[in-house]
């Protein structure tokens, strides 16, 4: 019985099946690199990143430093005796809001820097805003504008990142064009 060692284990220059020649190091058969910083690197640059993403972006970003900056009223409120009928309460009131402003904040980076994995907690957010938006609306008065921009900003972040110029510079769908 003869042992036969892949020429990439024996030294040989030839490469075996995993070509370290090409760029971003070896690769595997299906082209998957080994190379763990490539899932870290944009698609696409800047200069190319689309105008739909780039405001997508700004105005998730903007709406989870408006979550954020509620988390932290409401702490200060906390802190200062204000409004706190329910210490526990307050506190894990406080607690939620600064913690649902994770999620818009790391969908705006993931935007921004292109990341295919931030289309969906961004559009999850959108698709919250909306009804609490809608129901906002409803009291009128103040209520009415507050409402409004919460809906017409989620309505506007979702037409831009379901563009098909944003969804190309993510990565996401098909990488070539169907047979019809």
Known sequence: MECRVPSRLRGDPTPGWAAAALPGGPRYPGGVSTDASSA???????????????????????????????????????????????????????????????????????????????????MIVQLMAVPAGWQMAQNGGVWLAGGAAIALTALAVLVCVLSPTATRALGIGPSEPRDV
């Not at 009131?93 to 402003?101: E, I, M, P, R, Y």
């Open 40 to 122: 870290e690197t944009p698609r696409t640059s800047a200069a190319t990143r689309p105008a739909r993403l780039t405001a997508a972006a700004a105005l998730v970003a903007a709406q989870g430093l408006v979550v954020a900056g509620l988390g932290i009223a409401m702490l200060v409120m906390l802190l200062t005796g204000r409004h706190a009928d329910d210490t526990v309460q307050a506190l894990t009131g406080a607690a939620t809001v600064l913690a649902l402003s994770v999620l818009p904040l790391a969908a705006a980076r993931g935007l921004w820097l292109l990341r295919r994995w931030s289309r969906g907690p961004a």
